[in-house]
């Protein structure tokens, strides 16, 4: 038996429009497809998942809420 470790602390529901967005063992969000991969370079304090190719996020507490595309584009 394989014991893989535990990766991501939490997600906001699974999988929409192929991304999630997950929680990471430094508390920051970032989003990953159907592998695993990793596929916007940044991470968030907040982040919402994907609806009609837009997410909420918010890089910092206390600051601005803005939506980016699947690229990570504002």
Avoid: C, M
């Amino acid at each position: 038996i394989e014991v893989i470790p535990l990766q991501y602390l939490s997600s906001r529901g699974g999988f929409s429009e192929g991304l999630a967005a997950v929680l990471n063992n430094q508390n920051r969000w970032l989003f990953i497809d159907k592998e695993g991969t990793r596929q916007i370079n940044e991470d968030f304090f907040e982040a919402s998942n994907f609806k009609d190719g837009l997410a909420l996020v918010q890089y910092e507490e206390g600051g601005n809420h803005f939506f980016i595309d699947k690229t990570g584009k504002k």
